[in-house]
């Protein structure tokens, strides 16, 4: 994240929270491929919400990213 990308991952990330379903789901699926998108999505509960689609684009976002551990831990939480 440097200073040219940080305000659009910023504006991403605001919208993680958003009231919206779509708006949440549009997020995660702009969201670049990385470890901190990982982590963004555990601090946001992604995982756990409310609508399937966010939990759907959630974990297709996580199959994107190269293995982790704490990948792994999510997909077994949404399995749970």
Known sequence: Q????GKPI???TSALKHPSAG???????VLP????TLSLIEQN??????????RLAALLKIA????DPLGAQLVLAALA
């Open 2 to 5: 440097d200073a040219q990308n």
């Open 10 to 12: 910023a504006a991403v």
């Open 23 to 29: 708006v949440r789901r549009n997020a995660v699926l």
């Open 33 to 36: 491929a990385t470890k901190e």
């Open 45 to 54: 509960g992604l995982i756990s919400d409310s609508d399937g689609q966010v």
């Open 64 to 67: 994107d990213i190269d293995a």
